[in-house]
């Protein structure tokens, strides 16, 4: 009984080794590519895939005013979308009196722009 379970026990350690390369067992996140400043925050969502960073990314690097969205309708017709942003119902192209402007509504959450930084508030 003891033999057998040593060979049983070495045969654990190569099971792990046998998956490492096999793509569909990865992490999607190890093909992402290195320049990708939003890698190093480790986070799973990392904005749109055009690339527009989250807001709490962007508000990092840049004063952005403290923004909350409370409510998130999207739809497929761009007119029928609206986000309601710090108790501001909004559609696309509106700003708040704050100045951040919509740009527009994605079934993620709004991007949204300051003064020239564009970022995605999410829904949570």
């Known amino acids: 009984a003891a033999m057998s379970g040593g060979s049983a026990a070495q045969a654990v350690p190569a099971a792990p080794a046998a998956d490492a390369g096999v793509p569909g067992g990865a992490n ?3 093909y992402a590519p290195a ?7 480790g986070h ?6 055009s690339g527009v960073p989250l807001y709490q990314q962007a508000a990092a690097t ?5 923004l909350r969205l409370d409510l998130h ?19 696309e192209g509106d700003s708040t009196p704050d100045g951040v402007r919509v ?11 300051y003064q020239g930084t564009q970022f995605l508030l999410p829904r949570d």
């Open 28 to 30: 999607p996140d190890d």
């Open 35 to 41: 320049s990708d400043a939003m890698d190093s925050f």
């Open 44 to 49: 799973v969502r990392r904005g749109t895939a």
């Open 62 to 66: 840049t004063q952005l005013p403290q």
């Open 73 to 91: 309708a999207y739809a497929p017709r761009p007119e029928d979308r609206w986000v309601i942003i710090n108790m501001h119902k909004l559609h």
């Open 103 to 113: 740009e527009s509504i994605t079934p993620e959450g709004a991007v949204l722009s």
